[in-house]
Every structure is written in structure tokens, then in C-alpha cells.
């Protein structure tokens, strides 16, 4: 099993920034890939973005341009840089692994609240 602890969120005005991090530990030598949840209130969660254990980056549409998701392999830690936050990026984030030979794992989420 994998443990993920996010650290990062937080409140700040529109416009501002914001870095999350993720710590991956325990049964972590089958991680695939990474990345970053959001859920909204009233909202279904939405995959923000995502790394793979190569490198390959994905983004939902809505933050391309403005986020950047990062990995460090050799520390399993995973990063979303978040730039020109908006009112609608306001949500809980949570970090996520998936696994070749296991089921995906989830942090407790961590609040991103972004004030106009």
C-alpha cells in the first residue's frame, strides 16, 4: 500500500500561486504514474494533471498554461505548480498514484481556496 501526504494549500487571491506537494512512501517500487484530483463543491472530482514515471505530462484543458505537474523520481515526490489562479480553480486537491501491480492510492486532499 501507498501513503501520499500533500502539503501546499492554502488561500490566495486571484492571479496569485500556488505549489502543492506530494510524498509518496511504503509499496512504491510499481508507481506508473501521478498526479493531481480536484474537486469542487457540487462538482464531480476532475483529473487535473498527471506524470508518468517517464515523464509524459497531461492537462486537463482548463489549467494548460498556467499549472505545471512535476516528479522527482529518486525522492517520490510529485509537485503541481499552480500560476494566474482563478476563482474556479477553488477546490480540494488530492495527489494520486497508480500502480502496475496494485490498486491506486489517494491523499486526504488538501484545500486550494482562491479569493477574486
Known amino acids: 500500500q501507498v501513503r501520499l501526504v500533500e502539503s501546499g494549500g492554502g488561500l490566495v487571491q486571484a492571479g496569485g500561486s500556488l505549489r502543492l506537494s506530494c510524498a509518496a512512501s511504503?509499496?512504491?517500487?510499481?508507481?506508473?504514474?501521478m498526479g493531481w484530483y480536484r474537486q469542487a463543491p457540487g462538482k464531480q472530482r476532475e483529473l487535473v494533471a498527471s506524470?508518468?514515471?517517464?515523464?509524459?505530462?497531461s492537462y486537463v484543458d482548463s489549467v494548460k498554461g498556467r499549472f505545471t505537474i512535476s516528479r522527482d523520481n529518486a525522492k517520490n515526490l510529485v509537485y503541481l505548480q499552480m500560476n494566474s489562479l482563478k476563482p474556479e480553480d477553488t477546490a480540494v486537491y488530492y495527489c494520486?498514484?497508480?500502480?502496475?501491480?496494485?490498486?491506486?492510492?489517494w491523499g486526504q486532499g488538501t484545500q486550494v481556496t482562491v479569493s477574486s
Open positions: 494520486y498514484v497508480n500502480k502496475l501491480f496494485g490498486p491506486s492510492s
Open positions: 506524470i508518468t514515471s517517464g515523464g509524459s505530462v
Open positions: 511504503g509499496s512504491i517500487f510499481d508507481i506508473s504514474s
